[in-house]
């Protein structure tokens, strides 16, 4: 049996049914259900604005291009950012003629707060902090690192759907949190994504901007309805970002056994840890403490990790790797070497498979074939 790092599992006649409603409804697109993931999601995590997008990365480029007209930011100045991430996070800072200023991270693989002040100057104008694997990390040291330095916080949650700290759900206190839906994340759907903005104008502007700069409400506020109702303002040049309510629906169904899930997720982790800590060429990422993770991955390090994969693939299992470097890629080759300990942990990373449809034996599994590579490559 092969055994993937990451395998869906929709409660398919739950979904199917959401998606009944829209089809004999004759209402996929947006509203309707986009509405309703919205309140739902509000509900379940505590954001008080909530905008559904059609992935994480239109909303980390929405993110940042909103702050960028808002606060009159120029071309050029700078987002500190983690070269230790999937690209989505970069290159939306490169979207909007930004520079990604790479900060290096620490045990957590998520961004370390020391060389992040290191990195602030007078054209720093935000931060991108990235949950790996639904990780909190140093956030709070970051946060208040950005409030200190009056820079905007941006969280990029694509792996923290259900993450708490001190038992309330992250990114409540980031200036903006964007979360992903996309298929191989911990609330899956196909692409979709949320948007939490603190701030009610923003919600307001994402909005606008999502659907290319349509302003409906202006003319919906006018006393020229009836007749006019195809009418409405287009005040700026907006992107095509929005989500619709065929991945809503799936995203509904999701939320619903997110904690559940979740759950399972730190149990899979539990049973890793108790039979891999401990083992000569094996160190587990922990988790930061004082807060229940999503557990979107359960991530360890190892040496030769090419060729532990390359073995543990020969069992046929398929473990990931999250994430390389991403000064390796041309668009941020000029940044290497700033970063050290993201280059190191981008060689030796493993994400190890995690998902509902795992037991216990596969666990086991994973872990003896896991440990028989490292011992040969010792
Ligand atoms: C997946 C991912 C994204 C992008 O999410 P999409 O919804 O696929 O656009 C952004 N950042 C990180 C860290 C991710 O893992």
Request: aromatic share 10%; with cysteine; charged share 25%.
């Amino acid at each position: 049996m092969t055994i993937q790092l990451f395998t869906p599992n929709f409660r398919v006649d739950e979904c199917l049914l959401e998606i009944k409603e829209c089809l004999e409804k004759g209402w996929t697109g947006l509203g309707f259900k986009t509405n309703e993931i919205e309140e739902r999601w509000k509900d379940y995590s505590g954001f008080e604005h909530a905008h559904f997008l059609s992935s994480a990365t239109a909303g980390l480029h929405l993110a940042l291009d909103i702050y960028k007209r808002e606060y009159h930011w120029n071309d050029g100045d700078e987002v500190i950012s983690s070269p230790f991430t999937f690209v989505s996070t970069n290159h939306a800072i490169k979207y909007c003629n930004l520079t990604p200023v790479f900060a290096d991270i620490d045990e957590y693989l998520c961004l370390d707060p020391e060389s992040v002040r290191s990195r602030i100057t007078e054209k720093t104008r935000a931060v991108i902090f990235v949950g790996i694997g639904g990780n909190v990390g140093r956030y709070e040291d970051i946060r208040k690192l950005c409030h200190e330095h009056n820079l905007i916080l941006i969280l990029d949650a694509a792996h923290m759907a259900g993450t708490r700290l001190n038992t309330k759900h992250i990114g409540l206190d980031a200036d903006v949190s964007v979360f992903s839906f996309q298929a191989v994340k911990n609330l899956p759907t196909a692409d979709s994504g949320m948007i939490c903005f603190k701030e009610q104008k923003f919600d307001s502007q994402a909005r606008i901007l999502s659907w290319l700069g349509i302003d409906k409400d202006t003319f919906a506020r006018s006393s020229n309805q009836g007749a006019y109702k195809w009418r409405y303002d287009v005040k700026e040049v907006g992107y095509k970002y929005h989500g619709n309510s065929i991945m809503a629906s799936l995203a509904l169904v999701g939320l619903k056994y997110l904690d559940q899930d979740n759950g399972y997720r730190r149990t899979i982790a539990n049973w890793y840890t108790e039979l891999l800590e401990n083992v000569d060429g094996i160190s587990i990422v922990k988790m930061a403490p004082n807060s229940e993770c999503s557990q979107h991955l359960f991530q360890v390090r190892v040496n030769n990790r090419d060729m532990v994969l390359e073995k543990m693939n020969a069992s046929d299992i398929f473990p990931g790797v999250h994430y390389a470097d991403n000064t390796l890629y041309d668009p941020y080759r000029q940044s290497s070497k700033l970063c050290p300990q993201a280059r190191i942990a981008s060689d030796e990373v493993v994400s190890l498979p995690m998902h509902m449809g795992l037991v216990r034996d596969d666990v086991e599994y994973v872990a003896q074939v896991l440990i028989q590579a490292v011992s040969s490559e010792l």
